[in-house]
């Protein structure tokens, strides 16, 4: 086996990521039994588990925000892809959820772009939300698949400023660098899921699967997708795709995605800087008012010529901006 995930005796904080599958009792006394007598399907049915994404919904304040902005469909090999965009003037901001989430997860940040000045565009990764499923069927999906439809979607704009990225969708950010694409200038990472290898004794022992199991799950993984586990790390990343700005956000009580992955992404990244929050967790750290100013505020400090009129506008009440936001979509 070529991957180099930690050992839970390397030092490193391994945490049970419940965006994969929860510790269920069945799961784990099924695949201890099978892992025993067949470690080969037993890391099948692993890879079933880990490559299958959870479709969420919005909440229906979220899913408002939504229905604000004009609807739009994507083909991504052949399957429909579900975005929304908001503005039709100023440079684009990109917001990309992550793992079994949803494009209404990043919707703090919709009004207080527009009002600096941004076009924002958004979407469903395949699998997810109102998106079909990807080419390899049923929820079935891996971050490859969100970096195709990130490419296709950002290629038909024609001024991009930046992107919010929220966990794997900032490891899906990184798979588009390593293939050749441009980014934009300024790259927003919340909670980014930096070193997915490091998740895999985790989820193991959450479905009660053996080093035997794991051993076979990872090199299948690996003969998969033609890549080692090292390319799916964005610390790794080459210095020529870190050239651009990038401000990394992360709660201290994140309990699926650990600090340390943000603190060696910001290490290794020459133009980078860390926000460190307390008490958000993984997803609250998404609803933030001061998470979405220090966004706004990084975005624009890069992006000002751009803005229509030259103006670097920033809410001082993201709040109170999404309020009205919702009483403008229920006067419709």
Request: aromatic share 8%; proline share 6%; hydrophobic share 45%.
């Amino acid at each position: 086996m070529t991957s180099q995930h930690p050992s839970p005796s390397s030092g490193q904080r391994a945490e049970t990521p419940a965006w994969i599958v929860p510790g269920q009792r069945l799961i784990r006394n099924g695949m201890r039994l099978l892992g025993a007598l067949s470690p080969v399907h037993a890391a099948r049915v692993m890879d079933r588990l880990w490559f299958s994404a959870p479709r969420t919904r919005p909440r229906t304040a979220d899913q408002a925000v939504l229905d604000c902005g004009e609807r739009l469909h994507f083909s991504v090999d052949g399957r429909q892809v579900t975005a929304w965009a908001w503005g039709d003037e100023g440079p684009t901001v990109i917001l990309l959820h992550g793992w079994g989430g949803h494009a209404a997860q990043l919707q703090t940040f919709v009004l207080p772009l527009r009002e600096a000045g941004f076009r924002v565009m958004a979407f469903d990764a395949p699998s997810h939300g109102d998106s079909a499923a990807s080419r390899h069927g049923g929820q079935r999906v891996t971050f490859f698949q969100f970096a195709d439809a990130l490419r296709l979607i950002a290629a038909g704009e024609n001024t991009l400023a930046g992107i919010i990225a929220h966990s794997g969708g900032c490891t899906a950010v990184s798979l588009a660098l390593r293939d050749g694409w441009t980014p934009p200038a300024q790259l927003v990472f919340i909670a980014p899921f930096v070193h997915p290898a490091a998740s895999v004794d985790a989820f193991a022992r959450a479905i009660g699967a053996n080093g035997r199991v794991v051993a076979a799950f990872s090199a299948g993984v690996e003969r998969w997708l033609g890549k080692p586990w090292s390319y799916l790390d964005i610390s790794t990343l080459e210095a020529a795709h870190k050239r651009h700005r990038l401000l990394v956000i992360h709660d201290e009580e994140d309990k699926e995605v650990p600090l340390a992955h943000a603190r060696a992404l910001a290490a290794s990244w020459p133009k980078a800087q860390l926000m460190v929050t307390r008490g958000l967790g993984h997803r609250r750290v998404l609803r933030d008012p001061a998470v979405v100013e220090k966004a706004l505020g990084f975005l624009a400090d890069g992006a000002t010529a751009s803005l229509a009129g030259g103006t670097d506008y920033l809410p001082r009440d993201s709040r109170s901006a999404l309020d009205r936001a919702y009483e403008a979509c229920a006067s419709r």
